[in-house]
């Protein structure tokens, strides 16, 4: 099923949003799913487990 048809997605606000962007990200069974909440017209994108992971390493370390 694509993503943009997921209905019942709980959506957090990233800590790091500030006025010049928005991150969001939500919880599926498979996967961490991010999207940019100041553009939803844009889609969403979904990323496995050690995606999501490696995201989190890069950024922790900047």
Known sequence: MPIDE???MTWRKSSY???N???EVSL???SVV???AKALSSGNLALGS???RAFLITVAST
């Open 28 to 30: 599926s069974v498979s």
């Open 6 to 8: 997921r209905t019942e």
């Open 21 to 23: 962007g928005c991150l």
């Open 50 to 52: 050690q995606a999501w």
């Open 17 to 19: 949003s500030n006025a």
């Open 34 to 36: 991010v999207r940019d």
